[in-house]
Structures are given as structure tokens and as C-alpha cells.
């Protein structure tokens, strides 16, 4: 393994698959493990109409051809240590405007420059790798609105040097990751199942927590508030539950409410959804808040340019 300055050297991959992800087969490769596109394909056939990246399945077929993996929540010290280590470990983090979240391959880091070293698909003409460097503090504050998830693929034997600071974190984000699975097969039983038997695991799994709460939230049950909130006490950065408790609110016409937790969504991470500032502006409008709306409206439209529906929000603008 090749390490320099605190970065591994990482295989170039162009070929992906919603059931074997980019990250998945960059660190497969990276071990010098060959995953079958021909069965990720095969395994695709059961997700027909999702665009989207399924990790578990990927996860799964990297397990099938001899690796291990541990899904912990980390922090940006054990990153730098497992890097260090020659192992490339993957994060989930806050996804671009509109994708709920994406996972990256984190490939060195700069303690000079405080940067944080990502894996980027296209090389260039001389077929070497790419990097993305982002601010180290950014990263963090990113990273932390996932609850700092880390996925570690490797041999066992590697694990061997590997302490883990949230080791028995494991089997309960895990299960995280299947139940994403079944929601995605619409198995809203198995769904509930997996996220009950995480928390049993472990009851301070904020993954768990805020999953639940998006199930809850769209059975509009007001179920949904009590598992956000816990997952806010463990996770006070957790966007996806500030952003899931002002969509319950919003639907239930509690518009303070929803403007409230709209608004400290927004705090946490401004560009994460354009979306957002449309629902809030929507409130925001019926309590007569015509300046805010307004404001709301064209930040809408600078976050979303291609909007669908962007003559009628120009228009509403106008009018206001």
C-alpha cells in the first residue's frame, strides 16, 4: 500500500451500480477484491424505479468475496488514525441539494493546510487520482449531522490494529443500513422491525432515532415528534430530524412550530435543501410574514434555479 503525506493511493473507478455503490468498489479495489458488476446488476432487478445507492447490498457482496466491515460512529481523530493505518475509510455525509445523504471515500488528510482529502470519480488524462480537499472544521460540522457514520471495509485480519472508539455501535448501525433495504422494498414491517432491534442494541443510536421518526412522520403518526426529539438530544446537529419535525408541523397547520424548527434546520446547514426555504416561506405566508416570505421564496430559487416551478414562485414574488 502506497501512503505519502498522510493519503492512500486509490484505484480509479468509473463503473457503479445502485447495489454496488462508488465507494463500495473503490475500497473493494483498493484490497485488490473484484466485485461482480454482472451481480450487482442482478441484484438491481429488485429496486426497479430507485435512483438512488443501496450501501447494505453493496456492503453485502464486498462481505461475500472475503472483506469485513464495521459501521461505527467515529470522530475525526480515529479518522486520521484509520488513514494512517493504510485502511480508506468511507463517510456519510449531508448529500448535494435534495439527496437526503451520500457516502464518500475519504483518502488522506492535510494537518498543514486543516484539510480533508476526498475520493473524486474522474481522473484526469494521465489516469491519476483526483482529489477534493474541503475545510477541515467544515467536514466536521458535516460529517456531525450524520452522527460522524463511518464504514470501514477491510480483511479481518487488518482489523486486528484497528481499536475502535464505538466499537459496540456496530450490529446497531448496521441494521440502520438494512432497514433502508425494506423501506426502499416498501417492507414497512421489516422496516420498523430492524430500527426497534437497533435501539435495543443500542438506545442512544441517533440514526436509529431519526429513521423512525421519518416513518412515523409519513404514516402521519405524532409518534414521529417523541423519536426526533430523542434523536435531537443525542445529536443536536441532526438536520434531518429538525427538517422531519417542521414537515410534521407544517402538515398539521402548527406553523410556528414548523417555522421554528425550519429555521434552526436552516441554521445547522443553510444550502443542504432548497426545498426547506419553499415550506418555509409557504408559513411563512400564512402568518402574514410577506418580507420574510419574499426573502424565502428567492432563496428558494438561488438554491433550486431549475426549479419546475420557478415562474410561479417568480410570480408570487411579484405579488407580495
Not at 135 to 147: A, N, R, T, Y
Request: aromatic share 8%; hydrophobic share 30%; net charge negative.
Amino acid at each position: 500500500m502506497e501512503q505519502e503525506d498522510h493519503q492512500l493511493i486509490l484505484p480509479l473507478i468509473d463503473q457503479e451500480n445502485i447495489c454496488l455503490p462508488l465507494p463500495i468498489n473503490v475500497v473493494s479495489k483498493y484490497w485488490n477484491i473484484e466485485l461482480s458488476m454482472v451481480e450487482a446488476e442482478e441484484t438491481a432487478k429488485q429496486y426497479l424505479g430507485f435512483d438512488g445507492s443501496i450501501l447494505i447490498e453493496g456492503i453485502e457482496s464486498a462481505e461475500r468475496h472475503g472483506l469485513s466491515c464495521k459501521i461505527v460512529n467515529s470522530s475525526l481523530k480515529e479518522l486520521k488514525k484509520i488513514i494512517d493505518l493504510g485502511i480508506p475509510p468511507i463517510v456519510i455525509l449531508p448529500g448535494i441539494p435534495e439527496i437526503t445523504q451520500h457516502a464518500s471515500v475519504i483518502t488522506g488528510y492535510d494537518d498543514e493546510e486543516k484539510t480533508i482529502l476526498h475520493y473524486i470519480q474522474t481522473g484526469n488524462k494521465q489516469g491519476e487520482q483526483q482529489e477534493g480537499a474541503i475545510p477541515q472544521d467544515i467536514f466536521e460540522k458535516e460529517w456531525s449531522e450524520e452522527g460522524k457514520l463511518l464504514i470501514l471495509l477491510a480483511p479481518s485480519d487488518t482489523f486486528s490494529s484497528v481499536s475502535l472508539e464505538n466499537d459496540s455501535s456496530n450490529k446497531s448501525n448496521r441494521l440502520c443500513f438494512t432497514s433502508e433495504k425494506f423501506r426502499i422494498l416498501k417492507n414497512s414491517k421489516d422496516t420498523i422491525e430492524s430500527l426497534q432491534q437497533a435501539l435495543k442494541l443500542d438506545a442512544k443510536n441517533s440514526t436509529a432515532l431519526n429513521l423512525l421518526g421519518a416513518i412515523m412522520n409519513e404514516q402521519n403518526s405524532s409518534d414521529c415528534i417523541k423519536y426526533y426529539e430523542r434523536c435531537l438530544e443525542i445529536n443536536k446537529r441532526s438536520y434531518l430530524s429538525y427538517n422531519g419535525l417542521g414537515n410534521y408541523y407544517l402538515k398539521t397547520n402548527q406553523f410556528q412550530k414548523a417555522e421554528e424548527c425550519y429555521t434552526k434546520a436552516i441554521k445547522i446547514n443553510p444550502k443542504r435543501s432548497a426545498k426547506i426555504y419553499k415550506n418555509r416561506a409557504y408559513l411563512r405566508e400564512k402568518q402574514n410574514k410577506n418580507s420574510d416570505t419574499k426573502e424565502d421564496l428567492r432563496t428558494y430559487l438561488k438554491y433550486s434555479p431549475k426549479a419546475s416551478d420557478r415562474g410561479i414562485i417568480e410570480q408570487a414574488i411579484r405579488e407580495l
